[in-house]
């Protein structure tokens, strides 16, 4: 059976989203705080609505989808989306090596003559790295375009002469995830939304669908999104820099 391809114009970036970009700030604010559940129409929503409620910022939480919902026929019988938010509890990361980061990073951008903050948090999901990576690098400032690149091309390289740097520094170091402008966050989201998409789509069709070619760091995103989804499977495909990821339905 011949599947079918999305492209990278059925992905969603959400470039035009308005996000909080602020410089994190520290966890602090969510120390005592319990998780709850918070429901939307769709996904974002009902993050927005958990996070009001907690009166903490996207950075101080991990979510867990619970439910990506479902639209009723002409308004009856939808269901909506459902969300649990944990706020975090870790200590913000410390260390010789996260003072050799933060100099270092400063030293390029004042190389570049452009004006950023620089602020450090543990990792909270899959796309910062969650399990992998020592620390999430937040970078913050006033037209960091430059910085992001096309899809992301430039932050990855800034990202690899970091832990290149490091590593010949600090032996056995954890490597670190570099993200400017929340960019990496906005295509995390992007990601959950395309797989919870193309999955119903393979539900409805019973048709494979291959996804554009990612990086290793974006299919990974993708596979543990359907990790638990009992009714399709997912695959990646090809080789280098052209592999893709492949969602069918469970055999």
Same mark, same amino acid.
């Given at each position: 059976m011949e599947g079918d391809d999305v492209s990278d114009m059925e992905l969603d970036t959400g470039v035009d989203k308005k996000l909080d970009t602020e410089p994190y700030s520290g966890l602090d604010a969510a120390a005592g705080k319990e998780p709850i559940e918070a429901?939307?129409?769709?996904?974002?929503?009902?993050?927005?609505?958990?996070?009001?409620?907690?009166?903490?910022?996207?950075?101080? &939480?991990? &979510?867990?989808?619970?439910?990506e919902g479902r639209a009723g026929l002409f308004g009856i019988g939808g269901e909506p989306a459902k969300v649990r938010l944990t706020p975090a509890e870790q200590a913000a990361p410390e260390g010789a090596d996260i003072e050799f980061v933060e100099e270092t990073l400063q030293a390029i951008f004042?190389?570049?003559?452009?004006?950023?903050?620089?602020?450090?948090?543990?990792?909270?999901?899959?796309?910062?790295?969650?399990?992998?990576?020592?620390? &999430?690098?937040?970078?913050?400032?006033?037209d960091l375009g430059v910085l992001i690149g096309?899809?992301?091309?430039?932050?990855?390289?800034?990202?690899?002469?970091?832990?290149?740097? &490091?590593?010949?520094?600090?032996?056995?170091?954890?490597?670190?995830?570099?993200?400017?402008?929340?960019?990496?966050?906005?295509?995390?989201?992007a990601l959950l939304d395309l797989a919870f998409r193309t999955a119903e789509r393979v539900r409805t069709s019973g048709r494979p669908v291959t996804l554009e070619a990612m990086?290793?760091?974006?299919?990974?995103?993708?596979?543990?999104?359907?990790?638990?989804?009992?009714?399709?499977?997912?695959?990646?495909?090809?080789?280098g820099d052209g592999r893709k990821v492949r969602i069918s339905i469970q055999q």
């Open positions: 429901t939307g129409k769709n996904v974002d929503e009902a993050i927005e609505n958990g996070l009001v409620d907690l009166e903490l910022k996207r950075q101080q &939480v991990t &979510v867990e989808v619970l439910s004042e190389m570049l003559g452009l004006e950023a903050q620089i602020s450090m948090r543990p990792p909270e999901t899959p796309g910062d790295g969650l399990g992998l990576v020592r620390a &999430v690098i937040d970078v913050t400032g006033e096309r899809r992301g091309s430039t932050m990855a390289s800034l990202q690899y002469i970091v832990n290149l740097m &490091v590593s010949r520094r600090f032996e056995n170091q954890s490597p670190f995830t570099v993200d400017v402008e929340g960019y990496r966050r906005r295509r995390e989201e990086p290793a760091y974006e299919r990974r995103i993708v596979h543990l999104t359907l990790a638990k989804d009992p009714t399709v499977a997912t695959e990646s495909i090809g080789e």
